[in-house]
């Protein structure tokens, strides 16, 4: 009985973890995408501040 139970307990804990797991590789990726595309938006505000520089002249 005593087994059965630290078993179970165990199981519950590696559920857990794995699903603790998943979450923050999920969060990563999240953040990873949005820093990307903040980094896209302003390398484009960065060519189109250019191409105005440029055609100013």
């Known amino acids: ?3 059965n139970k ?3 307990r165990v199981q519950q804990y590696k559920a857990k973890d794995e699903a603790d797991r998943r979450r ?3 969060e990563a ?3 990873a995408e949005e820093i990307a595309r903040e980094k896209k938006q302003r390398r ?3 060519r ?3 191409l ?3 055609e100013e002249q």
């Open 52 to 54: 105005q520089q440029y």
């Open 29 to 31: 990726k999240a953040q």
């Open 48 to 50: 189109q501040e250019a």
């Open 24 to 26: 923050r590789e999920k």
């Open 6 to 8: 630290r078993d179970k």
């Open 1 to 3: 009985m005593f087994i």
């Open 44 to 46: 484009q505000m960065e």
